[in-house]
């Protein structure tokens, strides 16, 4: 071990201070720089950085112990200050005691909750599955508290001892609230150090998560440390939430934006190194604050001073040295048979949508549900967003679906698609610009996967969460990227083949012919040598790599494929709707919603992206069951499922991870009369049963004769004696 | 001059010392052993010389040039294939699909669509595998999923191909007819290939082997013909021991 430090981790420094002095010059807000201001901007940082601190704990923690990256910490954290807010401010309870309650009581309960009913069953899964899995509850539980406690009410919680006044350190004063999150967040850091490296119980969790048998074998309790990590990340979160309360605007994604700068900090220290990552928290608080305080970026990148988090995350990701290719981590669970259709079965299919489409923007296919006098309107529209929508979603299935590589910011590509249309197209509308976008869009894809592709997966899910939010918070709020206009449309309509789109039902079926083609264009993608090698590397990266494919150019031009498709996917997106705004169209919970939806809907099938339609159209029908004024139950069930429905669904991939769709084939399949082929196979699946996770057989008690025939088979000494069926025909 | 050279290579985890100067040469035209108790460093040297793992000193050469810092990828097109011992199959794809992939990589763009698929069929029959082509590979049987691993590597037109224990999961005549086909490959004077076996069963390993070198401890104890091995006083001090204790795990599955 070297004591010098990578040349990587100066350069980038290097640089960042000088872009960092760039800017600093060129924007100087003329504050007068006093001791007091300086110390008033350090506290409050500092303060900041602290509660930030508190998050990235919580997130290292339960990393180090259970191999599972929290995406939904800061909900949870949203969670325990609204549970604080009703005890409180609500109820009326005394602060201490409500702390106590949450904090003590029904935060542990809930991270033993999660980490039983869900988490645990994660260890195993593919990267894909629990990054959806963790997303999927961190927009469940935001949805959740929203559901609960009217989120569009405005809160605020009280500080701590807010009467009286605080302590004088020099010129400025610190308030009794902050000094007391301060040194929380000092203190917990140390406790959690000292117990996961000096106690029996830390040594124990740290050694779980390298190899969980062997730690059981040497008396570990794996299911008990794995609560344990959750109930003690589940209370950093949400004493974070209940002392970061007071400080910010009090609202579900408010709150929980948050935990995107504690991924900057966590990953400051590596994901792993809790020191570390209090460092990156209370540097990431100091920018913040001193940012803020002195310099002035301007109405149009008013919001630039919170992409400071985003930034850093950028950096440490580029100064990271390169990940080793790891062996032993084969994706499994598999079932027989990968697909379900044959091609022609494919292209009915895709008939049968086509149909379906003409007659649904014809008005013959309305239901009973929809007024013919109002066809026009609110039907077409939910569906036109619905597939534009799903023409994003496609972007998603070559880089999640086959490359396992995940990606939550097709939004911010589709936006970016829509600018490049509008700067090229903007005024007449041309269509033939649409391939030039796709063009443009893919270097943007490739630059966001660069630095992030040589490492482990979960940066480049993580990068290009920074990224979405980056782009939402500096590129597109700037008055020249999407201009605001008054009234009527910043995008004008599409005119294709002679014909502008300037009607719905003209829009809907371009919109699904387009979707049938990028359909069959994946399909053929699929199947081509590209495909096969993407899905090789999903496979495994160090074979892949042995067989003399370059891994990370792999992975970069799979990102640069996928934000292409997404930029064009993006001008249809813009063109329907019409206007773009920065505040709400590229909210980050918008585009995770995007990607569980087709996660969930199994996204290695391009089909899958149909299911997109979720969102618009149950809210369109929830609308329109509004408007004609009955079955008001059943609107608020459909609200509710809008709502809830993405979240549920992609935590549902914890018991069914390949998504959706592959279980419709499944039990559709057999149904045809031509599948005898199909039929067979779940014969032959059902026959094998469900066999037992052979990694955690006699650990508890003695094997069974029907476990050592599992174990047997699965180290494949038994195919003598099995009959000619199941894994025995296989081989013989 | 020898195909494959490591020279003096040092592998360091932390304290752990895996691989202490260990120097391995392998020649074309035949099979060439890497022996040694659980835990000698096999497969760290396997690692090592694929580029998975970046010694800590040392050097790796394939045909007088120092690869020591060339990538995987890179190594792999120049003619380094490999097996795994915990299995590395591509698991969603079918097993001639697995072997296609190495075969579009490691030969001709402009080949037709019919020649990739027929060489593809080709590796696959070689390895015995022609049923069970269009089968998911991580559905089969581990020793079939090894066997798939094996047509892979061959696809990829090795010059040098290492194997790490390929008769594991794999039934006495199988691992015969494994043992055949090394040999056949390796006789062929137009393959010109050179292969480094680590291997547990001893019988197929002194059966196939032209050279073998012992590993213990990450330092190679002995280098020699079979027969030589056998008779080597430090080997059989490494799988014996010289306390009862050890013997006990010779034999025994990583």
Known sequence: MTFGLRRSVVVTAVVAVAIATVIAVFTWAGTPVTAK????????????????????????????????????????????????????????WH?????????????????????????????????????????????????????????????????????????????????????????????????????????????????????????????ARPNMVSSLAWAIGSMLGALGGILIASELEFNPSNLNDIVIIAFAAAAFGALRNLPLAVVGALLLGLLRQHTETWLNFGTNFSKAHLGIAPLL??????????????????????????????????????????????????????FGIWDPEAWGGPALNSANAAMALALIGLSL?????????????????????????????????????????????????????????????????????AFAQGMALIFFPHEWVIPRIGVGRQFSHIELFGITFDDRRGYFLLMMSVFVIGVYGLVLLRNSRYGRRWMAMHGSQAAAATVGIPVVQTKVVVYAVSASLAGMAGVFWATVAGNLSAGQDFDLLNGFQIVLLIAAAGVSIPMAGIF????????????????TGNVGFLVEILDQLVVLGPGLLAIGMVFNPRGAIFEMGRGFSPILPWRSDARAEIAAENAQKREPEIGELGLERPFTPEEVIAIDRRLGILDEVVPKEGYGAARS | MALLEAEQVVMRFGGVVALDNASVDVDPGEVTGLIGPNGAGKTTLFNVVTGLLPPTSGTVKFDGVDITRAGVSRRSQMGIA?????????????????VRVAVEKNHRAKWKHQRVNDVAHGMLGKVGLDDVADVTVGTLPTGSARLVELARALACRPRVLLLDEPSSGLNEE??????????????????????????????????????????????????????????????RAAYLGSDEFRGAYVGVDE
């Open chain 1, 37 to 92: 201001t300086f110390l008033n901007a350090t506290y409050i940082g500092l303060t900041l950085g602290a509660l930030w601190a508190m998050y990235a704990t919580g997130l290292v923690v339960v990393y180090t112990t259970t191999g599972v990256f929290n995406f939904a910490q800061g909900a949870i954290g949203v969670f325990g200050a609204f549970f604080y807010w009703e005890l409180q401010m609500n109820r009326g």
């Open chain 1, 95 to 219: 602060p201490i005691l409500a702390l106590f309650v949450v904090v003590f009581l029904f935060a542990p309960l809930l991270g033993i909750c999660l980490d039983v009913l869900v988490m645990r069953r994660l260890r195993t899964a593919p990267l894909v599955v629990q990054l959806m899995v963790t997303v999927g509850m961190m927009v469940f539980l935001i949805s959740l508290v929203g559901t609960i406690w009217n989120a569009n009410t405005p809160r605020w919680v009280n500080a701590f001892f807010k009467d009286s006044g605080g302590i004088d350190l020099g010129p400025a004063q610190l308030t009794w609230h902050r000094f007391i999150v301060f040194v929380t967040a000092v203190v917990v850091a140390v406790i959690l150090r000292f117990l996961l490296y000096k106690t029996r119980i830390g040594t124990a969790m740290r050694a779980v998560v390298d190899n969980r048998e062997l730690a059981a074998l040497n008396g």
């Open chain 1, 313 to 366: 995350l950028f950096a440490v990701v580029v100064a990271l040295p390169q990940a080793r290719l790891e062996v032993g981590r084969v994706v499994s669970n598999l079932r027989r048979r990968e697909r379900y259709t044959n091609w022609w079965e494919g292209l009915i299919g895709c008939g049968a949508l086509m149909l379906c489409a003409v007659m649904f923007s014809g008005g013959w296919l309305n």
């Open chain 1, 397 to 465: 299935v070559p880089l999640i679906g086959w490359a396992g590589q995940v990606n939550f910011a097709p939004l911010a590509f589709a936006g970016f698609g829509a600018f490049v249309y509008l700067k090229l197209a903007g005024d007449t509308g041309n269509g033939y610009w649409i391939p030039l976008v796709g063009l443009i869009c893919a270097p943007l894809g490739a630059l966001v996967a660069l630095p992030a592709a040589r490492l482990r997966g979960l940066y480049l899910a993580l990068m290009s969460m």
């Open chain 1, 612 to 627: 997109l339609v979720f969102t618009p159209l149950f809210t369109g029908l929830s609308h329109r069951l509004e408007d």
């Open chain 2, 82 to 98: 490999r097996t795994f011992q915990k299995l590395e199959a591509f698991n969603t794809l079918s097993a001639f699909d697995n």
């Open chain 2, 174 to 235: 199988e691992t015969t007819a494994i043992g055949q086909l090394l040999l056949g490959l390796v006789a062929d004077k137009d393959n010109d290939l050179a292969v480094l076996l680590v291997e547990h069963d001893m019988s197929f390993v002194m059966g196939v082997c032209a050279r073998i070198h012992v590993l213990d401890f990450g330092k190679i104890i002995a280098v020699g013909t079979p027969i030589e091995v056998q008779a080597d006083t430090a080997v």
